[in-house]
């Protein structure tokens, strides 16, 4: 691939035509309603040269944390033809539709532990005497690809793949206020909104308690129409695309030692950013004043007499976009080549390399006029260079290298930063150097890796989300961060007795960033509102555990019983920082709050019969088994006079999932 991962990039190939003829049928359920239906089948090959392979699940469930009910399907198909013993034709399709409610507002630890538990989500209620998430997320990303394989000789092999997705979908919030306030301010005693509370205020009730005395003011003729101070509603979020693109790859066989691979990588992506209005709860109408080309309403929306800012634009129904509308394409041409050697003898290597163009553009339909909505294309040429080699010192033992260096586009919104179309002409491509050293062990009743890396990220650029104490929405956008992964990882499985098991892993990291840099804070509406610079020179990377291991044991018992358990150990684990937090020099060095380390034990229990040509597996896992409370996440918060105890206990976060559970039966034929 011409622009390609750090750590490698894995090809799936689906061969319908090697699939043997049968199929399966899943029931699964778990904690919570839990519960998934699945069903695959394949023809196997079929005169001509034919096979298809069709798959399909759906799953519901109510979810761990409150509120998170989720809806959801997936499918599968796959259609092959040969022709001959050259040529296959591989159509295959995937996409999983799906809806969950979304737990996004982060209480502090002291919250759950003292008032509510660990489930409680802040972002739900009731309305209707129905579950009301004021955050939902739903997205479907269908994805078709028509591949061609063509055994074009005896050295010569080429490959292609035409494919097309087109994302629909979003997330859901609250829009407007009600005196100021967001839907945040009026929860009950139990910490749920008031769904039906706001609803009733909006048509104009008054007199509820904790809302204004006086509900929605009432416009003759129109009803209630809310706006960006007048009412609340509920606006999806949405970030479609269109994508498609073309990969064809040719490998020729120079000699028993040589193979030499390259091809050509094209895409094109169109992002469809816009909010649209999801449910106007109880409200008839919403002026939206964003849309420059939409300013033919004035409603005075308070009743006060008087026309100001806020209070023309367009009246919008549900369905109809608000607040900001805009596309963003992005292009990509890469060619790429690989040479590798085989000396037969124990000693492979190869090098590749690979060039690309990345160009974006950004096209505007609220903020400027028609005819001046599109911005100028933008190009960032990209490289990559990378080789490795191995020796197998003799069947036990073997040792490898690999090094590379990637030069790629920086992100869209480091390019378009002030979401508008003004570009950062000082935006830069992403670099990063890798190298790692391993060995490899393999014994008969022993198999172990160890790996030693060390990979520089330099002008990094990243986008971090958080919430201040009202509940309102900020984002900043950090450019040009570098940082050092360094660590070593240990892998392996052995034999202990017949039929016994033991699988290990061990990750053991010191990631840090080494430089300070300039943040751009933004709000809910993708407006800047300050620049502030960020002393992060030295701090620990966080949000991912910097230590890790994993011990587990397998055993299966010869009547087809099947026992595993698996402890997880996570140390090393550093809060997100919070860019705000580290704007003045007092702040350099002072690393984020530590996390406390957790270890968790998971377990499962398999039967497998089968008779005939039919066979049945039962399968039951519980995870967490001993209900371990551990913080999962957290951002970071300090004080000066408390201790790291106190701290973790005020920072906002998530404790992880207690004891769940799942059991499943299959049936193959």
């Known amino acids: 691939m011409a622009i390609s991962s750090i750590g490698g990039t894995i090809n799936i190939i689906t061969r319908t035509t090697d699939q043997k003829k049968g199929g399966s049928f899943t029931s699964m359920i778990g904690n919570d309603g839990y519960f998934r239906n ?25 979810g761990y944390i409150d509120g998170t009910s989720f809806l959801g399907g997936s499918y599968f198909a796959s259609i092959a033809k040969e022709f001959g013993e050259k040529h296959r034709l591989v159509f295959t399709a995937i ?47 269908p994805q078709m690809a028509l591949n061609h394989y063509w055994t074009i000789n005896e050295k010569l092999f080429l490959s292609t793949s035409a494919y097309y997705s087109v994302g629909r979908g979003g997330g859901t919030g609250d829009r407007g206020s009600i005196d100021g306030r967001g839907s945040w301010a009026y929860r009950d005693d139990q910490g749920l909104l ?58 020729y066989n120079i000699n028993e030692q040589f193979t030499a691979s390259g091809g050509i990588d094209l895409r094109y992506y169109k992002g469809i950013h816009y909010r649209e209005i999801n449910d106007l709860l109880g409200n008839d109408y919403w002026l939206d004043s964003r849309d420059i080309n939409a300013q033919s309403d004035s409603v005075d ?30 292009g990509w041409q890469g060619v790429f080549g690989q040479l590798e050697y085989d000396n037969q003898s124990g000693l492979t290597a190869f090098f590749s390399g690979a060039l690309s163009n990345t160009s974006y553009k950004r096209v505007d339909y609220f903020q400027y006029e028609e005819g001046n909505q599109e911005s100028e294309s933008y190009n960032f040429i990209g490289y990559t260079a990378k080789a490795g080699v191995n020796y197998n010192i003799n069947k036990a033992h073997n040792v490898f290298a ?57 002008d990094k650029s990243f986008i971090r989300g958080y919430q201040d104490s009202q509940g309102d929405n900020f984002t900043a956008n950090l450019t040009g961060l570098d940082a050092i992964h360094k660590g070593i990882e240990i892998d392996g499985k052995a034999l202990l007795a017949k039929d016994l098991y033991l699988t290990f892993m061990a990750s053991f990291g010191d990631w840090q960033w080494t430089n300070n840099v300039e943040a751009l804070i933004s709000d ?69 709050l530590k996390l406390p380390s957790y270890g968790l034990l998971n377990g499962g229990i398999g039967y497998r019969f089968a008779f005939n040509k039919v066979a049945l597996k039962l399968r039951a896992n519980v995870n967490n088994i001993l209900d ?16 790291n105890e106190q701290m973790l206990q005020s920072a906002t976060g998530f404790y992880g999932f207690g004891r769940t559970w799942n059991v499943s039966l299959k049936l193959e034929f």
């Open 628 to 643: 371990t409370k551990y913080v999962a996440e957290a951002d970071n918060f300090y004080a000066p006079n408390m201790s």
């Open 524 to 592: 809910d509406d993708n407006v800047v509102i300050d620049t502030a610079f960020v002393y992060a020179k030295g701090l620990k990377v966080g949000d991912a555990a910097q230590t890790t291991m994993s011990l587990g044991l397998e055993y299966k018992l010869p009547f087809g019983l099947q026992l595993d358990a698996n402890y997880y150990y996570a140390a090393n684990l550093y809060a997100n920082f919070d860019p705000v937090d580290y704007n003045s020099s007092a702040a350099e060095g002072r690393q984020a």
């Open 194 to 251: 008031r769904m039906d509370d706001i609803v009733a205020w909006n048509q104009g009730s008054d007199n509820i308690g904790g809302f204004p005395s006086s509900g929605k003011y009432q416009v003759a003729g129109l009803g209630s129409v809310a706006g960006e101070n007048d009412g609340l509603i509920r606006r999806s979020s949405v970030n479609s695309h269109n994508w498609a693109g073309l990969l064809s790859n040719l490998t």
């Open 38 to 62: 699945a069903l695959t089948l394949s023809t196997g090959r079929l005169k001509g040269g034919w096979a298809i392979t069709v798959s399909g699940a759906y799953t519901q469930g109510n």
């Open 402 to 458: 690999n090094i590379g260096y990637f030069s790629r586009a920086p992100i869209f919104d480091v390019v378009f930063p002030n979401y508008n179309n003004d570009a950062n002409e000082e935006a830069k491509n992403e670099k990063t150097f890798g190298a790692e050293i391993g060995y490899g062990l393999r014994l008969q009743k022993v198999m172990a890796n160890v790996n030693l890396y060390h990979t520089r990220w330099m």
């Open 95 to 141: 996409g999983a539709p799906q809806s969950h409610g979304q737990r996004t507002f982060r209480e502090s630890l002291m919250t759950y532990d003292s008032i509510r538990d660990y489930r409680y989500n802040s972002d739900w209620g009731y309305l209707d005497g129905k579950e009301y998430n004021m955050r939902r997320n739903f997205y479907h990303k």
């Open 301 to 330: 929306l308070n009743g006060d007499g008087q026309i100001d800012r806020r209070e023309r634009g367009a009246l919008k129904k549900e369905g109809d976009k608000i607040q900001y509308y805009n596309d963003g394409v992005v």
